[in-house]
Antibody
Framework: EVQLVESGGGLVQPGGSLRLSCAASGFTFSRYWMTWVRQAPGKGLEWVANIKQDGSEKHYVDSVKGRFTISRDNAENSLYVQMNSLRAEDTAVYYC????????????WGQGTLVTVSS | SYELTQPPSVSVSPGQTASITCSGDKLGGKYACWYQQKPGQSPVLVIYQDNKRPSGIPERFSGSNSGNTATLTISGTQAMDEADYYCQAWDSSTFVVFGGGTKLTVL
């Protein structure tokens, strides 16, 4: 059974940093692109970043470029996002998801972890 | 930047057909997919590559994509289908784009 479990969320002050993790199991992690998607309270889904199977290619939404870094450890079956210079507008539930073999859809999602940026 | 537009809300009576649209420039030339999200839960993929259903998704869910509009159709809508639905596509400039979401009410 495919499982994705996020962790690392919490309350952080504006300008602070946080690192989110996503532990993957039930599939061969190294064979899939992975992604982070966020959802601000009461709002819609927003794609954040993608990473290729071997980590050699990464893509970000403009609003997080230069502040967030997506990474992965295939030996540990884990996905990460390092979030720096956090702003109030980064407050959201952050989901990790697997990108399917076609590369066109997010076929499995974690339960999400809440990040709150507030003083 | 590329944008996808969905109606904020759609209402349907139980047993009837619900249609949720997603509009974007030349969307028919891209692949669209759809996610269902119930309150307090993570999104679930219900349609990918315009009209394919993942394993476990009921046959009453179907999709189409042509011109500038992708459509999610739910035939014989049930109370359990009440949820928010999001379309999503890939674009060379914006990379991944989600629609704003549509709240489906079954009443």
């Amino acid at each position: 059974e495919v499982q994705l479990v996020e962790s690392g969320g919490g309350l952080v002050q504006p300008g602070g940093s946080l690192r989110l993790s996503c532990a993957a199991s039930g599939f061969t992690f190294s064979r899939y692109w992975m992604t982070w998607v966020r959802q601000a309270p009461g709002k819609g889904l927003e794609w954040v970043a993608n990473i290729k199977q071997d980590g050699s290619e990464k893509h970000y939404v403009d609003s997080v470029k230069g502040r967030f870094t997506i990474s992965r450890d295939n030996a540990e079956n884990s996905l990460y996002v390092q979030m720096n210079s956090l702003r109030a507008e980064d407050t959201a539930v952050y989901y990790c998801a697997r990108i399917d073999s076609s590369g066109l859809a997010f076929d499995y999602w974690g339960q999400g972890t809440l990040v709150t940026v507030s003083s | 930047s590329y944008e996808l537009t969905q109606p904020p809300s759609v209402s349907v009576s139980p047993g009837q057909t619900a249609s949720i649209t997603c509009s974007g420039d030349k969307l028919g030339g891209k692949y669209a997919c759809w996610y269902q999200q119930k309150p307090g839960q993570s999104p679930v993929l219900v349609i990918y590559q315009d009209n394919k259903r993942p394993s476990g998704i009921p046959e009453r869910f179907s999709g189409s994509n042509s011109g500038n509009t992708a459509t999610l159709t739910i035939s014989g809508t049930q109370a359990m289908d009440e949820a928010d639905y999001y379309c999503q596509a890939w674009d060379s400039s914006t990379f991944v784009v989600f629609g704003g979401g549509t709240k489906l009410t079954v009443l």
